[in-house]
């Protein structure tokens, strides 16, 4: 059975700094792992993604320079790290797997097979 498990989140100031971690479990990744992001009343939006055969990364334009999409060791790990975090930034943060490819198309949602529940993050100012 595939499990997504997120974990890391919670309150930080603006322009503190937070670690999300995702651990995947029980099949195959495929090529693209992503981190999405949905606040209260808004869709849910990629915020990055990491091509895990080569580690190629991408990124939101609202978050480039500020968070960093990296893998484990174990490729089945990755992690976001969310430097000077603004009030914004507040959402809950999704991980997703199974995407064959990252490539132009990395935020599309439909292209992720696998979801984790979900982790809260919430940024005061």
């Known amino acids: 059975q595939v499990q997504l498990v997120e974990s890391g989140g919670g309150s930080a100031q603006a322009g503190g700094s937070l670690t999300l971690s995702c651990v995947a479990s029980?099949?195959?990744?495929?090529?693209?792992m992503g981190w999405f992001r949905q606040a209260p009343g808004k869709e849910r939006e990629a915020v990055a993604g990491?091509?895990?055969?080569?580690?190629?990364?991408y990124y939101a334009d609202s978050v480039k320079g500020r968070f960093t999409i990296s893998q484990g060791n174990a490729q089945n790990t990755v992690f976001l790290t969310m430097n000077s975090l603004k009030p914004e930034d507040t959402a809950m943060y999704y991980c997703?797997?199974?995407?064959?490819?990252?490539?132009?198309?990395?935020?599309?949602?439909?292209?992720?097979?696998?979801w984790g529940q979900g982790t809260p993050v919430t940024v005061s100012s």
């Open positions: 997703a797997a199974g995407a064959p490819t990252c490539g132009a198309r990395w935020s599309k949602r439909e292209r992720y097979s696998y």
């Open positions: 029980g099949y195959t990744l495929g090529n693209c």
């Open positions: 990491v091509y895990t055969g080569g580690k190629t990364t």
